[in-house]
Nanobody, 124 residues
């Protein structure tokens, strides 16, 4: 089992920045590919970005590419999502997730463990 706890969400104005954190506990953190997803009201959960086990590879959704950055600190068993130039359409509950699969993936079904989510609201 892996337990994930997100933090860092809040209410910000468009153009601002936020950094989300996701603290992991349980099994060996570096064994897992980590991902960030988000879900807006009335919409399906969507992929935001993912990072490899060693942190050297990342992949992002087109909607956030160039604005969001994922990083991880395996010693601190924490993954981060730095969000810059926030837009109202970024408003959602943000979730971190862990995948024990062999490859980085954008699909929800490939992630085994999920946090409870943190709300990000961007006002115009």
């Amino acid at each position: 089992q892996v337990q994930l706890v997100e933090s860092g969400g809040g209410l910000v104005q468009a153009g601002s920045s936020l950094r989300l954190s996701c603290a992991a506990s349980g099994r060996t953190f570096s064994d897992y590919i980590m991902g960030w997803f988000r879900q807006a009201p009335g919409k399906e959960r969507e992929f935001v970005g993912t990072i490899s086990r060693n942190g050297l590879s990342t992949y992002y959704a087109d909607s956030v590419k160039g604005r969001f950055t994922i990083a991880r600190d395996n010693a601190k068993t924490t993954v981060y999502l730095q969000m810059n130039s926030l837009k109202p359409e970024d408003t959602a509950v943000y979730y971190c997730a862990a995948s024990g699969g062999p490859l980085m993936n954008t699909a929800v079904r490939y992630y085994n463990y999920w946090g409870q989510g943190t709300q990000v609201t961007v006002s115009s």
